[in-house]
């Protein structure tokens, strides 16, 4: 159900804010895809689920903090759209980055089995098959 399918989305994302990545790794698919936006430089695109929980340590060498902030969540069937804050802070500069995304998470049998991530908020809504505002 569209509903669950969210709810899933979220737990992922509140796993994520309190560093439980064991819990984020539960909810995916064995085979699960991550494609990071073209835009990200060095984006990663990872085919299981164990590449991705070696992509998920990896961003603890390179940030202090990393959270990921819904702002929106709409559920399109299989599909769960979520407009998201991530707030970053450099390890080594200790710079705070932050910047927006909309991930597109393909959900079946209540396990995440891809997300997608883009900048632009029309072009995800219109992978999904809806029409932008």
Request: glycine share 8%; with cysteine.
């Amino acid at each position: 159900m569209p509903g669950d399918n969210a709810e899933i989305v979220r737990r992922g994302y509140d796993a994520w804010n309190r560093g439980d990545v064991a819990a984020v790794l539960e909810l995916v698919d064995p085979h699960f895809e991550w494609h990071e936006s073209s835009e990200v430089p060095g984006g990663a695109h990872v085919y299981t689920r164990e590449q991705f929980g070696s992509y998920l340590a990896s961003l603890s060498r390179l940030w202090e903090s990393f959270r990921f902030e819904p702002q929106e969540v709409l559920a399109a069937g299989d599909e769960v759209l979520v407009d998201v804050l991530e707030v970053a802070r450099g390890r080594a500069s200790g710079v705070e980055v932050t910047q927006r995304f909309v991930h597109v998470w393909t959900v079946r049998d209540g396990r995440a089995c891809r997300m997608r991530a883009y900048r632009d908020k029309a072009e995800a809504l219109r992978a999904v098959g809806l029409e932008p505002d």
